[in-house]
C-alpha cells in the first residue's frame, strides 16, 4: 500500500526539521526502504515508522551537535527526543492500531450479526482459533474480521435459499 499524502507531507516536514537537504533525504530514503521518493508504491506504513525514527536520531545527533536548535512547535515533527523510535514496535504500526480500534467495532458488529443467525460465540471463537492460531496481532484480527465476513455472507445465503427455494 502507497503512503498517504499526508504521510508524504509528513515525510518532507521531518526532512526540513532533520535539516536535510533534497539529496540526503532521498540517500536515507533508499537506505532504510530501498526507494528514493515517497510516492514508490512499495512503500508501507511500517517503512514510514522506520524513516521517521531514522530521520529523529540525525535530527537529535545534530541538535546535540549544536548543528540544530530543537524544535518547538507544537506542530513540530521531533517535538520529543525518542518518540519515534518508540512509538512504533517493529510488530505494529501507526495505522495497525488504528486499524485495530476500527476492527474491534467492526468484528463485534460482525459476531452480532452471526449471533443473530444463530452461531453465537463458541462459533466465532472457533473460526478466530482456526484463522489466528493464537494469536492477537493487527494481521491475525484483519484475518479475523475477513473470515467473519465470508462465513456471514455465507450464512445468509444459506438462510435466503432455505426460506425461498424457488
Known sequence: ???TRAQQILLKRAQREAGLTDEDYRDALETVTGCRTSKDHRLTDTHMDKVLAYFEAIHWRAVDGGALQPAC???????QRGYWATKNTRQES???RWNGRNQGGEIRELEAALSELGYGPAYCSAIRDKVCHGRNDAASLHLYRAALERTLKSKRRVTETQENPF
Open 1 to 3: 500500500m502507497a503512503l
Open 73 to 79: 512547535g507544537t506542530n513540530a515533527v521531533f517535538r
Open 94 to 96: 501507526s495505522r495497525d
